[in-house]
């Protein structure tokens, strides 16, 4: 056994229930990076405390703890530095919902990573370092055997165990193997020291890309001076052999203080602050991020849904938080409360506690509801003229300590009322960080005298739970006598961790270990004890010793990112044509192409300044603290009796071995400098060669792959990453989670013989500094972060392919003979058409699920590769396809078929095209005639463009019937067919006596076809190689692919009242509930008359009309003598939902409101139209709607009066719910239909209703 532990006893020791101490997800100071894509659209919230500096990902066994420790005994000293000890609870939570589904989505994609987190493009990401299980400890079984004996043993243990390890330097064997590099014989190469390996890198002519503001010296296309990136990233044919014990200096003096770094403690009452500021609209970014390491009622207390309410008057580093155990938020990962229920919390607990106890001139100067306190928080930003005003205020209003009692006890017993059932059992936490230069001390005696002094002064003390509060005590040993920096030795690292493992057979811990700058004999380290650890069970709940010179870097900013940690700059050599068709393939099929491709410009440079702008941070860091002394502390998260008891010796330290490094921060500053030099050259360069004209798409392809594992190797330096616990970067073979090898960087090879990480010989072509592009295949950096920012990047990925696939016709056609080029050139138009063809099917078959395995010819056409046709559409939507009939005199879109056909591919013809010029396969053959005009002539370029539309007649038999603002238009409503909404135009081939009637391309043989069209399947876009290899890679693509509809967050028929219309309830008793009682009955006679008619087929058309009117980011409005809608004046959804229900309500039931204004208590319906009138919902809106009909005999008014209209006839209403119920898989054929437009704009600004879902 190890240490001295030798029993373990139950330990609980809350009020309101057992409050148990969880597995650490980051300990306050080796905190997990901020990056986490778990939530999809959910808010991320950051601690204050986060640092991007370590990373962690905890999944062994109690057995590989055991073989570490075999290893570490049998002189397998570099191998410890990287086990990770495991217990039961190290597997990260998964909601039930969101997890499962991003699991489901990146299945396919991600088969080349072993098992990691969703955000799996960013592998080295610290935002996965939790290593506590985030289910219920009540649902966890302890497996050990129970080891019976007192609490009191088991705190004894404790604290001897604390003031042993605080009263000797180190217990490891001592200095003889502690460089832990492989030793060097006779006629292998020196070892080199810090410094030297600064003359090293040097010597090699590596710039020093920190010291300069402006990037990389192009490359130009003649320049052969290229330096030996071989002997700079991996080390030559000799690697040279780090040892830090050669930069070792003489023992300084060295200090030793003593502090508090931070405090959580359980409150019984708001009273424990002398005063408190009460925010009331508090940003999720102060919730409480990291694992707080403690369990409330076997629930980690950070994921249990909760607000900061505060902070004290004379506490303001105390937050004080509320806690809500019996909310629910079972399929979200965040823990701030829903804006529904911080309206309840606010109007229907706080404020009348507040009203109730408090005084009129306290009560005057607080908010009156949440609404009022909303409207105030986002004034800046939704009143600023200028618009560039993006956050809003957290406001703050004082309570006196008085008052403070008798609010918290009236707040929970109002929660005991069903109505707010959830806000039962609600608690106090108080939590303060990073206060350790608060209490510095040369004794643990003086420092907590000064906490305990400190804590009765700002806070009622007496009001803690102190059986509930727990303590970061830490120790930092700093050199006084020079400027020196202190790093831990990774060997003395392992002997701490092995110290605090119960026994060999059963550690009941887990650990982790940080590598500093990417060396194997200097980092970092934590251990959590087990539930049933004797330690876990006397009150230490986790530990960690780091070195402080990893605050150069840190930032306290809560959304900041760890230095190079941001996913997209590995987009940094992204080509911008390439990120231009990521940015619309991540959109086309919503809506045919409503993205735009005018963003990758912007994007890359702000990608560049980003870049620019970290190097900078970090040349400020090393240049300004050259002559400051860095410590390395240790840390221990305690219980308060525990702290209370500790009496730790207060001389010197015992023994001469010291268990850190003692080097010239001059000196390690240096070092940092060259090693984060060495990576950041070779990126600039990477990207200077990127920026040639001549460089094709092979060249693009692997500039981003070896952007992205510098970018990587670079963040993992910086940053002090866990390099073990990525397979990709740390292994030299591995498996992934379907079984299939893959080649890592090998990392774990080079730091155990070197001391450094090296980037393998083998796995790159040196000359001309690239991955091998044999290997490129069995490693996972194809897939860079820049793909994955992109929410369905699985279509960013299959555009990826296809570009490469054009780049490579691009090459053949620059490298071909003259007399081959027409055919190359013909296969460059294929490509064109079956991408414009797959457009359109998977714009029309979007709703429409077929098992096309069943048959490859449906397979192929599905694909885009048999074109289009009557029956092509036919066969795979089940529906014969809607033709429309197109007039053949002349217009913008000519006046014959082929015309018709050529004006898909123009974009030179004066016509806008204003929703639809950005689709892939138009952007395609833009690149096309680019790429020939560039390398042939101007008139080839030219001949082929025009040539577009001749070719394409073979193989689109019927085309989509487009305009300028969609390509699909909205034709009208015909007897007979359901869905008109996909209309298009066919084309006849004429056949003449005497003359090959194969002859599909001459365009005088085409005639527009009307109600006819051509029967069969039109000539395959089948390319002439490769073929098999494309349609496999499709097919995946096609599985994958994603659909959309509409989606009012209730199903249909409507069984509730919607959320939207409640609110805007909310709103209008408060507006007129004091001054205007008449006019609120009315709309509470319409509330309670909709919720009445819950259940009618029209009831639910009404809603449907209202959520989708509402829907819209911006107001439609229908100005007079306009027939369309346009944007109008922004007004409150709520307030327009509730009007236009009203409106529409009078009509379908005029018996239950008042025609007259005779009624006392309810205000008739000509009042009412006066107080509506400018509410943006006149009555001409509900003709356009459909919703009313004007009588025969009314005036034609513009805007009818109500006198002047009826309700539209039973059989046409019923007609429009079929007509509404039947698109709504289809999202802009529905918004298309209820705003009768044809403009797309209405599409994309009701995205609130829109919804995706897999095919």
């Known amino acids: 056994m190890s240490g001295p532990h030798v029993a373990r006893a139950s330990f609980s020791t809350s009020q309101e229930g057992s409050a148990e101490i969880s597995l650490s997800t980051s300990p306050d100071r080796i905190p997990s ?7 999809g659209d959910d808010d991320i919230c950051i601690e204050a405390d986060c640092e991007p500096c370590h990373i962690s990902n905890v999944s062994s066994s109690c057995e590989d703890e055991y073989t570490a420790d075999l290893l570490h005994e049998n002189g397998g000293v570099m191998t410890s530095p990287y086990i990770v000890f495991e217990d039961d609870l190290g597997r990260p939570r998964n909601d039930e919902c969101t997890g499962q589904q991003e699991k489901e989505g990146a299945e396919e994609a991600m088969s080349d990573l072993e098992s990691q987190p969703e955000n799996a493009w960013e592998p080295d990401s610290t935002s996965q370092s939790d290593v506590s299980d985030m289910r219920s400890e009540v649902e966890i079984d302890d497996e050990d055997e129970p080891i019976s004996v007192s609490v009191e043993s088991d705190a004894h243990s404790a604290k001897c165990f604390l003031e042993r390890n605080w009263g000797c330097t180190c217990d490891c064997e001592g200095e003889a193997e502690e460089n832990g590099i492989a030793r060097i014989h006779d006629n292998e190469p020196q070892v080199y020291g810090l410094l030297d390996m600064v003359d090293y890198w040097r010597g090699l002519a590596v710039p020093d890309s920190i010291g300069r503001a402006s990037p990389h010296a192009e490359v130009g296309e003649s320049d052969d001076a290229q330096l030996d990136w071989f002997s700079i990233l991996s080390g030559g044919d000799n690697r040279p052999k780090l040892d830090i014990q050669m930069s070792q200096r003489s023992s300084p003096d060295v200090q030793r203080t003593w502090d508090v770094d931070s405090i959580i403690s359980w409150a019984t009452c708001l009273s424990v602050n002398r005063g408190l500021y009460i925010s009331y609209h508090s940003p999720p970014t102060r919730n409480l991020v990291s694992n707080m390491h403690i369990f409330h009622q076997g629930t980690p207390l ?23 155990p019996r909310i629910s938020h079972v399929c979200r990962t965040t823990t701030y409360l829903t804006k529904n229920e911080r309206r309840m919390w606010i109007n229907e607990l706080l404020l009348p506690a507040i009203r109730h106890y408090c005084p009129p001139d306290v009560v005057q100067h607080h908010p009156r509801s949440f609404d009022d306190v909303e409207s105030k928080a986002y004034s800046r930003q939704r009143e600023a003229c200028s618009g560039m005003v993006h956050s809003k205020m957290d406001m703050h209003h004082y309570l006196p300590q008085e008052y ?34 608060e209490a510095k001390s040369p004794t643990l005696q003086q420092c907590r005298a000064k906490i305990v002094d400190h804590l009765h002064h700002v806070l009622d003390w007496s009001k803690a739970d102190l059986s509930n509060t727990w303590i970061d005590v830490g120790t930092e040993d700093t050199a006084t006598s020079e400027k020196c920096t202190f790093l831990h030795k990774s060997k003395c690292l392992a002997s701490w961790i092995r110290s605090m493992r119960y026994s060999d057979h059963k550690p009941l811990a887990s650990s982790e270990h940080f590598n500093w700058s990417l060396t194997s004999q200097a980092g ?10 004797p330690l876990r069970s006397g ?11 990893k605050d150069l870097f840190w930032t306290p900013a809560k959304q900041d990112r760890a230095l190079f940690s941001e996913p997209n700059l590995e987009g940094l050599t992204c080509p911008p044509s390439l990120l231009d068709a990521w940015i619309v393939a991540a959109r086309q099929y919503r809506n045919a192409g409503l993205a735009t491709s005018d963003k990758s410009a912007p994007k890359l440079k702000r990608l560049r300044k980003v870049f620019q702008a970290m190097k900078a941070r970090i040349g400020f860091a090393l240049d300004s603290s050259a002559n400051t002394s860095f410590g390395v502390r240790e840390e221990y998260r305690i219980s308060w009796d525990l702290f209370t008891v500790l009496n730790p010796a207060a001389s010197s330290l015992q023994g001469q071995h010291r268990s850190f490094w003692i080097l010239s921060t001059a000196h390690v500053n240096r070092f940092m400098r060259w090693e984060f030099n060495r990576w950041l050259s070779a990126i600039e360069f990477v990207q200077s060669r990127a920026s040639r004209r001549d460089a094709n798409w092979e060249d693009h392809q692997r500039n981003m792959i070896m952007v992205t594992i510098l970018l990587r190797s670079l963040k993992a330096s910086v940053n002090c990453h866990h390099v073990a616990r990525r397979s990709q970067m740390f292994k030299d073979t591995y498996k992934n989670r379907k079984g299939k090898p893959l080649r890592g960087l090998n990392f774990e090879n080079s730091m155990r013989q070197t001391g450094l990480a090296w980037l393998p010989c083998d796995l790159f072509d040196w000359s001309n500094f690239h991955l091998q592009d044999d290997l490129v295949a069995s490693t996972t950096f194809t897939f860079n972060g820049l793909q994955g920012v992109f929410r369905n990047w699985k279509e960013v990925e299959s555009v990826s392919r296809e570009y490469s696939k054009a780049g490579e016709l691009e090459d053949h056609l620059r490298t071909s003979a003259p007399n081959t080029r027409p055919a190359t050139l013909n296969r460059m138009r294929k490509m064109v058409y079956r991408h414009f063809a797959l457009q359109v099917i998977r714009y029309t078959c979007s709703h429409v699920i077929v098992d096309y395995e069943l048959d490859d010819e449906l397979r192929l056409a599905r694909e885009g590769y048999r074109g289009l046709s009557f029956d092509i559409i036919h066969k795979l939507t089940g529906e014969p396809p809607y033709l429309s009939y197109s007039h053949k005199g002349p217009h913008d879109q000519g006046y014959a078929y082929h015309d018709r056909v050529h004006g898909l591919f123009d974009w030179d013809d004066g016509l806008p095209r204003t929703f639809w010029d950005h689709c892939y396969y138009r952007q395609l053959a833009r690149r096309f005639h680019s790429f020939i005009e560039t390398h042939l002539i101007v008139a080839d370029a030219e001949r082929w463009k025009f040539s577009l539309g001749k070719f394409a007649l073979p193989h689109l038999w019927m085309i989509p019937h487009y305009n300028k603002h969609s390509l699909f238009v909205k034709a009208p409503k015909i007897a007979g067919r359901l869905n008109p909404t996909r209309p298009f135009i066919s084309g006849l081939h004429q056949w003449k006596m005497g003359v090959d009637d194969t002859e599909y391309d001459r365009e005088d043989r085409w005639l527009l076809g009307g109600s006819y069209h051509l029967a069969g399947i039109p000539d395959s876009l089948m390319m002439d190689e490769n073929t098999d290899l494309e349609i496999g890679g499709e097919s995946e693509v096609a599985e994958a692919s994603e659909a959309f509809t509409i989606n009012f967050g209730s199903s249909i028929p409507f069984t509730e009242i919607p959320s939207c219309i409640e609110e805007g309830m909310e709103l209008i008793r408060d507006l007129y509930a004091t001054n205007r009682p008449r006019v609120l009955a009315h709309y509470e006679n319409s509330r309670a008359c909709l919720e009445q008619a819950l259940g009618d087929p029209l009831c639910d058309l009404l809603l449907m009309i209202v959520l989708t009117f509402t829907s819209s980011t911006v107001t439609p409005a229908l100005p007079p003598y306009k027939t369309s809608f346009e944007g109008g004046p922004k007004r409150d959804p709520g307030l327009l939902a509730i009007t236009l229900m009203t409106k529409m309500l009078w009509f379908l039931y005029p018996q239950y409101f008042p025609w007259q204004d005779d009624d006392d208590k309810m205000l008739g319906i000509p009042g009412m139209t006066k107080q509506m009138e400018h509410r943006g919902i006149p009555n001409r809106i509900l003709c356009k709607l459909g919703w009313v009909v004007r009588l025969p005999n009314g005036r034609s008014r513009e805007s009818p009066r109500n006198s002047e209209l009826r309700l539209s006839p039973y059989d046409d209403l019923f007609d429009l719910r079929v007509e509404l119920l039947s698109l709504m898989d289809d999202p802009v054929a529905f918004i298309s239909y209820m705003f009768d437009t044809d403009d797309d704009i209405w599409i994309e600004r009701c995205q609130k209703i829109i919804a995706r879902y897999r095919t």
């Open 302 to 324: 950070h994921i249990i849904p909760h607000l900061r309410l505060g902070s004290g008057r004379q506490s303001p580093q105390f937050g004080v938080y509320v806690f809500f």
């Open 33 to 39: 990076d901020p990056t986490s894509h778990a939530a």
């Open 404 to 437: 403070l009692q008798q609010i918290w006890y009236d707040m929970r017993q109002r929660s005991e009322r069903s109505d707010l059932a959830m806000f039962r059992g609600m608690f106090i936490v108080l939590s303060a960080k990073n206060i350790k230069l």
């Open 539 to 549: 009150g230490i709940a986790y530990a960690q010793r780091y070195n402080v010179n």
């Open 524 to 533: 970092s380290a934590r251990v959590e004890t087990r539930r049933s650890h």
